[in-house]
DNA sequence: ATCATGTTTCGACTATGGTCGAACTATGCC
DNA sequence: GGCATAGTTCGACCATAGTCGAAACATGAT
């Protein structure tokens, strides 16, 4: 019976909630400290440590040393994809966490994902870029059209940059919130971050919520408008 | 720090042996017994009842009644794909199973995934259809070209049939064994399964791998050769 | 040097949950 | 009806591992 990798070590890394905070705190995209952790999982340092520990050598999360901090981050998208996955899956099961807390509203209406913009906006967009052949579905995947490829010149990326990466550059990622898709990928990455250049939103530190300026926000309208049914 | 759906309860179903076990056995995409799975996870048939009430509770597998027997099956392909996901993670940390037995080999050579084919041969018939033109990687995603349409035809399947479902057409599927893509969606199962109709291969009961006959991999060597570098 | 802060190590406690033996229920066959 | 097989429930045992207190180890500031 011994077939395949072993997925046990894996998740049961994911299956200690000490440790699903952390790594859902991660998803945020920074690189947060020890005790940022150990403070966003509810233990004490101790603990922290030591799941800290188990994360890395699992291979899940990588660190950094900067002075006496150590900066802990995701080991790449792919985790993020697991995560995200089993958040659908959670989803759709029906089991949300146990007490929806006062930022919950703000994450569905804008967060991130690893380093892409989801929630209701993130959906909103996807669905505008659709929706006007910026972007075409084959086989449910979305591809870059020649008029998608303008805008994004026009908004100040390089497709050509972007594509050298190694990741997809587009990727639909299924939204736990919305149960519709948002972009995700090296595109996906690269809008979240240039929004954020052009002063359109704001990264909350220490959360995975993205606060939009109203200038900002009448912005992203005007350039992905939700298309009227 | 609440936040998002709950993991937890998905990755702890995921964090013990003989569930993973269970799973990965369901991964063959057939449905499977409670006594067979208990064999397969390698437990008695108390713990594997005890097991299997909790994946159905979590949401992760189906069950269908049949006389008296329990058929059980993946709830859907959204848990397939976590399942390889971890698969992938694992595989990246190097973290392979204990002893790799003595179905590893034929494992590796071609077995199911979930319900297309993977292994040596997946990859093989993946970059065959890729390298003349059947298949084209649009940001590396696989889409059907034309003469892919009318390949697909002549096989014997309905591309607008596979089209209709839920699932995408076409999905790339990273190979835990040789660490390069396998084609999955609607195409890749239907593949398989006119493959087993044509008398070309033949599913193993009770495991992953799929024998190929000796006329069978004739034809399929001529209809998806291998590219000469 | 001294102190403060961030992080890890050690040791002990505790609880969750995986395991099986035995008994019980349900279905099918004769 | 009786018997065999498939599956579940109950109860008890035991190990893994998550938790924290106390103390050690770093690094940076004064």
Chains 1, 2 share one sequence.
Not at 43 to 53: G, Y
Not at 102 to 119: E, I, N, Q, V
Not at 142 to 154: C, D, N, S
Request: aromatic share 4%; glycine share 10%; net charge positive.
């Amino acid at each position: 019976m011994p077939d395949g990798p072993d997925i046990v070590r894996a998740a049961a890394l994911l299956g200690d909630p000490a440790r699903a905070n952390m790594l859902t705190a991660l998803m945020g995209g920074q690189a947060l400290t020890a005790g940022e952790l150990a403070r966003e999982a509810g233990v004490t340092a101790q603990t922290a440590s030591s799941h800290l520990a188990r994360l890395e050598a699992g291979g899940l999360i990588t660190v950094r040393q900067a002075g006496r901090h150590r900066y802990f981050a995701l080991a790449g998208p792919d985790v993020a994809a697991v995560l995200e996955g089993l958040m659908s899956l959670a989803a759709r099961a029906g089991h949300s966490r146990t007490r929806p807390g006062p930022r919950d509203p703000a994450l569905r209406r804008a967060r991130r994902c690893y380093d892409h913009l989801a929630g209701e906006l993130g959906v909103a967009m996807f669905e505008a870029l659709v929706a006007d052949g910026r972007l075409a579905l084959v086989d449910d995947h979305p591809v870059l059209t020649e008029t998608g490829e303008a805008f994004v010149r026009g908004f100040g990326l390089d497709p050509e940059t972007l594509r050298a990466q190694k990741r997809p550059l587009c990727r639909s990622c299924l939204d736990w919130s919305a149960r519709r898709s948002h972009l995700a990928g090296t595109l996906g990455a690269g809008l979240l971050s240039r929004m954020t250049e052009l002063g359109w939103a704001r990264l909350e530190p220490g959360s995975r919520v993205v606060t939009f300026s109203k200038k900002g926000l009448a912005a992203f309208e005007a350039e992905f408008p939700t298309p009227h049914p």
